[in-house]
């Protein structure tokens, strides 16, 4: 019997499948495939600022249209809750309608809606427009995705990612310089009507430029009706308890201990609704995949560490200097005009084959762990100029982390799968915001009344012991009242305010310490977790098709 033949080199290579056959609706990629992408690009900007604008400048609009802090609160509440709702559901309504019709019909509500804001008579009115517009404005990021997957090709699909991940930089960093701009020489209304020339421009570059895709109605027939009507309140619920946890003192709130009840039953009734559902909104298996989770818990924890690096020094300076936004400007500027330069760069460096994304992320976070560090050293005595060396630091490592997480999250699954990871992907990417929001009022709040209350403790053990140095403040006020009770007021009310001052200080330091330890976790994290993936290059013209 004779033997059986060895294998040839050709047979024992790794097969290429060929490419499947571009759609007929989609063009050569060219100049006009470009302006569709960057005004899908900035539609996700107009979003971002109606986002950020408003809350940078809630207190300018709250005292314009006469509202309290509370009732400010909620207003910001609302719309971030149905913005980040509306993430998870996006993909099967563009799927259905088409991205052209889709994203252009979003843009104009969401820029109409635009309108009447100022206007609106109460709270209720505000909220529920907000809501809306939220929920428009929520809808725009996942297309975004699935744009720059789709449309780019293969060897510059990771600079498309690149252009996504400005939706995490550099739009959040220019909210504040816009916000100051627009209150401090056009007016208050324009915190609202700022988005409509930018959303015109988009409508035009997307009429323009994207591919009219075929609509699918037929898809209504396996409409999944129970994943929207429990998973778009138990996600609002979930939002809401982030947002105004800390406010009503979390779970001694009956507000909060329902919502959180309520909101999270719901959310396991969601996400079993979606592992067995013909036609769901995300697919709960793709978490089987190590890529997939390393990927998806990064992203939720770098972002919410970008967004408390953006809280922190503000915060800062508006509490203890007393800075205005647009005395905050250059801070923010210092990381957002670099990223128009560092996000096509780290783009360039990822999409090297030779280059492992996972140690770039590992670099970045190492950049974010030494801005953290710089951070630990803060005083009352630091003004704005302190504060750009840690902003420097961001410049790089803000880049540096999100491209290669967003690499991560997507180079490993097929194109079929971009519309179910694009929803997932942009949820989560909101609920990072919401869980920083929540650390951030939470550990401030708490480090801030551990200080205090070790400070004070201090000065009335040893309260007697200092006697001999005399009273400064009481010294210095003593001149301005003939009235010494009134002067041993003023000096109460003075030592209390350096109180807060140095506690709230201590606090921000002790949530920079916090950073660097997260920092370095993700660092780790990423390098072990994740398996390496490999930008995409088109297949070779020579391979078989199978």
């Given at each position: 019997m004779a033997a059986p033949a060895a294998p040839s080199p050709a047979s024992a290579a790794p097969v290429i499948h060929a490419a499947p056959p571009m759609p007929s609706y989609i063009p050569p990629f060219g100049l006009r495939t470009v302006i569709g992408c960057l005004g899908m690009l900035l539609a996700v900007h107009v979003a971002g600022f109606n986002e950020h604008v408003t809350e940078i400048g809630l207190s300018d609009i709250r005292g314009a249209m006469h509202l309290g802090h509370d009732e400010g609160t909620w207003v910001t509440t609302i719309y971030e809750a149905f913005n980040i709702a509306s993430m998870a559901f996006t993909p099967w309504f563009y799927m259905t309608f088409s991205i052209y019709r889709f994203s252009i019909f979003i843009t104009a509500v969401m820029a109409l809606l635009a309108i009447p804001a100022p206007f609106m008579p109460d709270m209720t009115a505000l909220c529920v427009l907000r809501a809306f517009q939220g929920l428009a404005g929520g809808c725009l990021p996942p297309v975004l995705m699935t744009v720059m997957l789709k449309y780019l090709p293969a060897e510059i699909r990771v600079f498309g990612i690149g252009g996504y991940a400005m939706s995490a930089t550099f739009g959040p960093n220019l909210g504040l310089p816009l916000e100051a701009f627009l209150f401090e020489h056009v007016g208050w209304h324009w915190l609202y009507w700022e988005i409509i020339p930018m959303a015109a421009l988009a409508i035009g570059m997307l009429a323009y430029g994207l591919p009219r895709d075929p609509m699918h109605l037929e898809r209504f027939a396996k409409f999944n009706w129970l994943g929207l009507l429990v998973g778009l309140p138990a996600i609002c619920s979930l939002v809401i308890v982030l947002y105004q946890g800390d406010r009503l003192d979390w779970f001694r709130s009956p507000v909060i201990t329902n919502l959180a009840l309520w909101g999270g039953a719901a959310f396991v009734?969601?996400?079993?609704?979606?592992?067995?559902?013909?036609?769901?909104?995300?697919?709960?298996h793709y978490w089987l995949s190590r890529n997939i989770q390393a990927s998806l818990l990064s992203l939720v924890g770098i972002l919410a560490i970008c967004s408390l690096m953006a809280e922190l020094p503000a915060t800062y300076l508006a509490e203890v200097r007393g800075y205005r936004p647009i005395q905050m400007v250059p801070v923010s500027l210092v990381v957002a005009l670099p990223q128009l330069v560092m996000i096509p760069l780290i783009a360039a460096l990822c999409n090297s084959r030779r280059v492992?994304?996972?140690?770039?992320?590992?670099?970045?976070?190492?950049?974010?762990?030494?801005?953290?560090?710089?951070?630990?050293?803060?005083?009352?005595?630091?003004?704005?100029?302190?504060?750009?060396?840690?902003?420097?630091?961001?410049?790089?490592?803000?880049?540096?982390?999100?491209?290669?997480?967003?690499?991560?999250?997507?180079?490993?699954?097929?194109?079929?799968?971009?519309?179910?990871?694009?929803?997932?992907?942009?949820?989560?990417?909101?609920?990072?915001?919401?869980?920083?929001?929540?650390?951030?009022?939470?550990?401030?709040?708490?480090?801030?009344?551990?200080?205090?209350?070790?400070?004070l403790d201090h000065h009335g053990t040893h309260g007697l012991a200092l006697q001999g140095l005399g009273e400064p403040i009481g010294q210095q006020l003593a001149g301005t009242s003939p009235d010494a009770g009134h002067v041993a007021r003023n000096a109460l009310e003075v030592f209390h305010t350096f109180i807060h001052e140095q506690a709230l200080v201590l606090g921000l330091a002790d949530i920079y310490f916090i950073l660097i330890w997260v920092c370095l976790f993700y660092a780790v994290l990423?390098?072990?977790?994740?398996?390496?993936?490999y930008p995409p290059r088109p297949p070779s013209a020579t391979a078989p098709a199978h």
């Open positions: 009734v969601f996400l079993i609704n979606e592992s067995f559902h013909p036609s769901p909104y995300f697919k709960i492992d994304c996972r140690y770039v992320l590992a670099g970045g976070m190492l950049c974010l762990a030494a801005a953290a560090w710089c951070g630990t050293w803060l005083t009352p005595d630091w003004v704005r100029d302190n504060f750009y060396l840690i902003q420097v630091l961001q410049v790089f490592g803000q880049p540096m982390t999100v491209i290669p997480t967003l690499m991560l999250a997507t180079l490993a699954l097929g194109p079929a799968d971009g519309p179910f990871i694009s929803g997932m992907v942009n949820m989560l990417k909101g609920l990072a915001n919401a869980v920083a929001f929540a650390l951030f009022a939470t550990l401030t709040r708490r480090r801030e009344q551990y200080h205090s209350t070790m400070l990423n390098v072990v977790l994740p398996r390496r993936v």
